[in-house]
């Protein structure tokens, strides 16, 4: 019994050195636009239309899993990544990642717009990661998304 507890002790030990390497990172941009509210959720708000004006992002399936809608996104790339929605009300969707390809954990998000005098779109997202270089390759995501939006409209 007592080389049992060693095993057990050394284990948790482990996890939790392995669990202080990771860090957490937060990424948030926003734009404002001159197009209604209405308009530019029509665009963007759908959970898998993201295939339609994210340039990183060539396909987009939905499923059903355990009651929640899960859309899986096919990079330019070829690569896979699923999401599953947490969260929508009104202009405002968060979702999770419950599987990517890259070194990323506990990634949460949200795209939201809030009707001002201009339309405001924010994208938030929050992750951890043991490798630094995750945080740019995220911003890089968000930031192209958000041009992809800006373009859009500006251009009607």
């Known amino acids: 019994m007592i080389p049992v507890v060693k095993i057990s002790a050394v284990a948790i030990c482990m996890c939790h050195a392995s669990a202080a390497l990771s860090a957490d990172y937060k990424v948030k941009r926003s734009i404002e636009l001159s197009s209604s509210p209405s308009a530019t959720w029509n665009t963007i708000g759908d959970f898998c239309d993201i295939d339609d004006w994210h340039p990183n ?7 059903v899993v355990d009651g929640t809608l899960v859309r899986v996104l096919t990079t330019g ?3 896979k990544i699923e999401q599953k929605r947490v969260y929508q009300d009104g202009l405002l969707y968060s979702y ?11 990634y949460r998000a949200t795209l939201s717009i809030t009707p001002m005098e201009k339309t405001l779109i924010e994208w938030t997202a929050n992750f951890s990661s043991d490798d630094p270089a995750m945080e740019q390759i995220v911003v ?11 373009e859009i409209f500006m251009s009607e």
Not at 57 to 63: A, E, H, Q, R, Y
């Open 57 to 63: 992002v060539s396909g987009c399936t939905l499923k």
């Open 77 to 79: 790339a070829g690569n």
């Open 96 to 106: 999770t990642t419950v599987d990517h390809y890259l070194p990323i954990e506990y």
């Open 140 to 150: 890089k995501e968000v930031e192209d998304g958000m041009s992809a939006i800006e």
